[in-house]
């Protein structure tokens, strides 16, 4: 946990979210695709994917607001933008943020499209993405904002 203006940034959720993530994905991995426990599994997979995504960058975001002259400028940063000043800062790595902008662009080209192919696509990309934010997690946690 960081302390920002006088404000505990707390992971709590997150790392929460990320802990589901990985169970119902192990889950969904151990059941048969006939059954309907692998679609419950795969629709918690599909879900905590989206609230992890949009949580990075709320909390990556937070992270950045000191190497900005107010919060309301790091607040008007889009999400891709979150992610490429974090890489400007060193706070993460060039391929991090690919990672990243390939999740975003996965989530908005699939927005609409919630049959197989939008749940095949993500649950591709699963393992790397718990990866991913785990360590955006451990990132937030040791951020030195003042």
Not at 2 to 9: H, V
Request: glycine share 2%; net charge negative; charged share 25%.
């Amino acid at each position: 946990m960081i302390i920002l203006q006088n404000m505990l940034l707390d992971t709590t959720f997150y790392d929460r979210c990320i802990e589901t993530l990985k169970k119902a994905y192990s889950l969904m991995a151990q059941s048969s695709p006939e059954n309907i426990e692998f679609d419950l599994y795969r629709s918690a997979c599909i879900k905590e994917f989206e609230i992890i995504l949009e949580q990075s960058g709320k909390l990556l975001k937070k992270v950045l607001i000191p190497y900005f002259d107010s919060s309301r400028t790091a607040d008007a940063l889009t999400f891709k933008n979150v992610f490429r000043h974090a890489v400007l800062r060193s706070i993460i790595s060039d391929e991090a943020c690919e990672r990243w902008l390939h999740y975003r662009d996965i989530r908005n080209h699939t927005a609409h499209d919630y049959g197989v192919n939008f749940a095949e696509e993500t649950i591709k990309i699963i393992p790397q993405f718990i990866a991913d934010a785990g360590q955006l997690s451990a990132i937030v946690k040791t951020s030195n904002i003042e």
